[in-house]
Every structure is written in C-alpha cells, then in structure tokens.
C-alpha cells in the first residue's frame, strides 16, 4: 500500500506560480503512473496532469502551457508546476497513483490518492 502526501499549496495572486509536490511512502512509485486533480466547491474533481513511469505526460487543455507535471523517483515525488494562476484555478489539488505503469486522465485508473492540498488564487 502506497501512501501519498501533498504538500505545497497555499494563497497566491492571479499571474503567480507555486509548485506542489506529493511525497509516497510504503512503497516505490518508480513504476507507476502518477496524477493530479483538482476539485473546487461545487464541482466535479476534473483531471489536471499526469505522468508515466517512463516521463511521459497527459494534461487538461485547461493547464496545458502554464502547468507542468514532473516526477522524481529518487525522491519517491512528484510535482506539480503551476505558474500563471488563474482564479479559476482556486481547488483542492490531489495526487494519486496507479497500480499500472502509464499515465491515464480517469479518476477511477487511480487506486490511491492523498488527502489534497488547497489552492486558492486571488484576483
């Protein structure tokens, strides 16, 4: 069993950047395909990012440009870039993993998730 913890989010100005990261225990994520989602009051959790165990990636047209998903297996990471932060952006930002090795965009690819980290971006 993997666990998962985000770290990173925070208050930031529209135009502003902040990196996220998610931090796995239990195990190596090495081999796993990794993602972000987000989900804001009222809404769906929608898709954000995600990356192979070999670095390739998947995003939402939404971020596609200004954020950036990258992984570090020494470190047993990933992270999440996000820079010209809109208010829309405003959302608690989950990581998850799969028991597979390749990036997908369904939430239900995902067998693990974190507890999320908030997001807010003023205008």
């Known amino acids: 069993q993997v666990q998962l913890t985000e770290s990173g989010g925070g208050l930031v100005q529209a135009g502003g950047s902040l990196r996220l990261s998610c931090a796995a225990s239990?195990?190596?994520?090495?081999?796993?395909?990794m993602g972000w989602f987000r989900q804001a009051p009222g809404k769906e959790r929608e898709f954000v990012a995600s990356i192979s165990w070999n670095g390739e990636t998947l995003d939402a047209q939404s971020v596609r440009g200004r954020f950036t998903i990258s992984r570090d297996n020494d470190k047993n990471t990933v992270y999440l870039q996000m820079n010209s932060l809109k208010p829309e952006d405003t959302a608690t930002y989950y990581c998850?993993?799969?028991?597979?090795?390749?990036?997908?965009?369904?939430?239900?690819?995902?067998?693990?998730w974190g507890q999320g980290t908030q997001v807010t971006v003023s205008s």
């Open positions: 998850a993993a799969r028991d597979a090795p390749w990036a997908a965009s369904g939430g239900g690819d995902y067998h693990h």
């Open positions: 239990g195990r190596t994520i090495s081999e796993s395909g």
